[in-house]
């Protein structure tokens, strides 16, 4: 049960995290090893339908590129995609002072 409560929690962190680095253009795999990287276990069975609901959702775009003969997705975010950023780094800022000092 603690297991499945966190994955809910992280769900939305590893959402911040896409919504941040996508500022660039990303791709799933390079976005799996960043998340690990801060502790994320990923696999492409969850990055990918994250991605997915968040173009969908209208704040990532994404553009196909060949590369070494395979075809790359990459993502990056768009207008709107700013913008929720924006509120979203708003957000986490207060909510984390608010955490810390207590």
Excluded: C
Excluded at 2 to 12: V, Y
Excluded at 39 to 56: D, N, R
Excluded at 68 to 85: A, F, M, N, P, Q
Aim: proline content about 1%; aromatic content about 8%; overall charge negative.
């Amino acid at each position: 049960m603690k297991n499945d409560i966190l994955r809910k929690m992280f769900l939305a962190f590893m959402r911040i995290h896409i919504l941040h680095h996508a500022r660039e253009e990303i791709f799933g795999l390079w976005m799996i090893e960043e998340l690990k990287s801060h502790g994320y276990e990923v696999s492409s069975g969850t990055i990918y339908p994250i991605l997915h609901s968040m173009e969908a959702d209208g704040i990532l775009t994404s553009r196909e590129r060949t590369v070494d003969g395979k075809i790359r997705k990459y993502y990056s975010l768009t207008e709107k995609g700013e913008k929720v950023l924006e509120e979203v780094k708003e957000k986490t800022h207060e909510l984390s002072q608010e955490i810390m000092e207590s």
